[in-house]
T-cell receptor, first 111, second 114 residues
Framework: RKEVEQDPGPFNVPEGATVAFNCTYSNSASQSFFWYRQDCRKEPKLLMSVYSSGNEDGRFTAQLNRASQYISLLIRDSKLSDSATYLCVVWGPGGGNKLTFGTGTQLKVEL | DGGITQSPKYLFRKEGQNVTLSCEQNLNHDAMYWYRQDPGQGLRLIYYSQIVNDFQKGDIAEGYSVSREKKESFPLTVTSAQKNPTAFYLC?????????????FGPGTRLTVL
């Protein structure tokens, strides 16, 4: 089983739609959680951290469920510019202080 | 502007040759990292360094070597011992190596071994 698992997609949605991605992690000792965004053939960039109580940044909402070991990202009112791959990232699973990356979920927002 | 630079953007090498990828940061970060990204796989950690003159192996260090002689520089050498070197290589840095400090990535180097 992968340490961090995501549905690779692609998710094709019309502009203005709401879309949600989920991610599961295998190690209950994982400490911190993040969503990164990666545009095609570019470097990843931090989108937002994920806090236990859930957090929101504009159109983006992230939630963490430690009991079920999953993380979610909700994007409301999708824009064409949201088209990218969204990487679920976990700090500290399996011992050792490091980030473990999921393979990413591809989002395509269409007119 | 502060940031991380990697050079070159594209690199082509013949099989059996060693090649060194450059990574420089002017963010005054203590920690630096090298990752490899292959299609359909998540980023995998090759080496990391928490401080000058110190570095540790990541998950896939075989066939790679690094040095950290200066705070701002963390070059990666891909040796001929690396069996599948063709990949997208990303360098990153953070203020310190912990869960609270964001890792910033450079633009990456695409290495193709012919």
């Amino acid at each position: 089983r992968k340490e961090v698992e995501q549905d690779p997609g692609p998710f094709n949605v019309p502009e203005g739609a709401t879309v949600a991605f989920n991610c599961t992690y295998s190690n209950s000792a994982s400490q911190s959680f993040f969503w990164y965004r990666q545009d095609c053939r570019k470097e990843p960039k931090l989108l937002m951290s994920v806090y236990s109580s859930g957090n929101e940044d504009g159109r983006f909402t992230a939630q963490l469920n430690r009991a079920s070991q999953y993380i979610s990202l909700l994007i409301r009112d999708s824009k064409l510019s949201d088209s990218a791959t969204y990487l679920c990232v976990v700090w500290g699973p399996g011992g050792g202080n490091k980030l473990t990356f999921g393979t990413g979920t591809q989002l395509k927002v269409e007119l | 502007d502060g940031g991380i630079t990697q050079s070159p953007k594209y690199l082509f090498r013949k099989e059996g040759q060693n090649v060194t990828l450059s990574c420089e940061q002017n963010l005054n970060h203590d920690a630096m990292y090298w990752y490899r990204q292959d299609p359909g796989q998540g980023l995998r950690l090759i080496y990391y360094s928490q401080i000058v003159n110190d570095f540790q192996k990541g998950d896939i260090a075989e066939g790679y070597s690094v040095s950290r002689e200066k705070k701002e520089s963390f070059p990666l050498t891909v040796t001929s011992a690396q069996k599948n070197p063709t990949a997208f290589y990303l360098c990153a840095s953070s203020l310190r190596q912990d869960s609270y400090n964001e890792q910033f990535f450079g633009p990456g180097t695409r290495l193709t071994v012919l």
